[in-house]
């Protein structure tokens, strides 16, 4: 499977979930819902500020919770979840569907491995 298809993949379960009232939308409510366990997987937009990424990569990782490795934008997560502002993160709270979007993004592999190549790459020096 293709990058695009990955992306449309991802994005539809968004949707979905967004339909179906799983999903947590913005920074502060996924680090809350990681923090409370209600968020099963995240999906961060490549295009977050630096400290956005650390932040939910940090409380990801202390509470388990795995970030799907895709590179869609904030301007593409909010248009899969019918939003007119940016987003910056979005968590889904049903564990079917984040199995789903974590299969169709990472396709077997470590998910928060594949984050951190794709977000902090290794001659950044963020990791």
Same mark, same amino acid.
């Given at each position: ?35 409370? +366990? ?8 490549? %295009? ?9 990569? %940090? ?34 709270? %049903? ?29 950044? +020096?963020?990791?």
């Amino acid at each position: 499977m293709n990058e695009e298809e990955i992306k449309r993949k991802v994005l539809s379960y968004l949707g979905f979930a967004k339909k179906s009232g799983r999903v947590l939308v913005g920074q502060s409510a996924v680090t809350d819902g990681a923090r409370s +366990g209600a968020a099963r997987a995240v999906v961060l937009a490549s %295009d977050a500020s630096e400290r956005t990424k650390k932040q939910i990569n %940090d409380k990801c990782s202390s509470h388990g919770v795995k970030i799907a490795p895709v590179a869609l934008t904030g301007d593409e997560i909010a248009r899969a979840l019918g939003s007119g502002m940016t987003v910056s993160a979005a968590a889904v709270t %049903d564990a079917g569907l984040a199995s789903a979007i974590l299969k169709a993004a990472c396709g077997g592999d470590q998910p928060n491995d594949q984050l951190k190549e794709r977000i902090f790459p290794r001659e950044s +020096g963020n990791r």
